[in-house]
């Protein structure tokens, strides 16, 4: 009989998967999501190119954290080494998504990071969301799926960005991957990330000469949502 906290891991992973589908932020079966259970350090990620209609939560692919699978007749996804390698390397995440939705696929493929313009984006992540370098060919024939974990990791390091405060990475020429406590909030990112790509996208069409947000501002949003000094929302409400 296998540990409660990996079946409900299990259920978590495929619920998580499934809402992608429908936010409208995967078409047919791409796009992933895994959670992993720290303690033991096992994560559940989508089985590969498999119909949510077709599955049961009981499908879902247990796997180490050394890419050993351990539970599951099917295989886990094809990206399953890029989510290895974030949990490795971020060692405060307790959830991976990756999708190639429209709007943040888009400055994924224009090789744009996504600027701070407004509150929207404040409220979420403190900063402008990086786009990776274009990934080299020899990255490409090595490891493909671990290299792409390494090109985000590499784009945190160099710019010294903090992976609790962006919570999200574009890869040139790709698409995003997101990350938070559990699987269900790596989907939520994914979402939040997608509309705020889309006003982005919007917002610079109105007006190509945009400035980003004034850094009061964007403490402002960012820090009364998140830190120790939050106030926003209902446990700190007075
Ligand atoms: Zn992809």
């Excluded at 992993?36 to 009981?58: C, F, N």
């Excluded at 400035?211 to 949003?221: D, G």
Aim: proline fraction near 3%; hydrophobic fraction near 35%.
């Amino acid at each position: 009989m296998m540990d409660k906290k990996l079946l409900d891991l299990k259920k978590e992973v495929y619920f998580a998967n499934k809402r992608l589908v429908e936010e409208d932020l995967v078409i047919f079966t791409f796009g992933n999501v895994s959670g992993i259970d720290r303690q033991q350090g096992i994560i559940a990620i989508k089985p590969s190119g498999v119909d949510y209609d077709k599955i049961s939560w009981q499908d879902i692919v247990l796997v180490s954290l050394e890419g050993q699978v351990i539970d599951s007749s099917l295989k886990p996804s094809s990206d399953t080494k890029t989510h290895l390698k974030l949990y490795r390397e971020f060692p405060l995440i307790g959830g991976v998504a990756h999708t190639h939705s429209r709007y943040a696929s888009s400055f994924a493929q224009a090789k744009l990071s996504v600027k701070c313009l407004g509150t929207t984006h404040a409220d979420y992540f403190y900063g402008e969301i990086p786009c990776t370098e274009l990934i080299s060919d020899k990255a490409i024939e090595q490891d493909y799926e671990e290299e792409t974990g390494i090109l985000i990791v590499d784009t945190f390091n160099t710019t010294k960005l903090d992976y609790m405060q962006i919570k999200a990475c574009l890869v040139a020429g790709h698409g995003p991957f997101t990350w938070g406590s559990n699987a269900d909030d790596a989907g939520y990112m994914s979402k939040v990330l997608e509309e705020i790509a889309r006003q982005n996208f919007l917002t610079q069409l109105l007006n190509p000469d945009v400035e980003p947000l004034k850094k009061t501002l964007q403490n402002k949003h960012y820090f009364r949502k998140h830190g120790k000094d939050a106030y926003y929302g209902q446990d700190h409400q007075d």
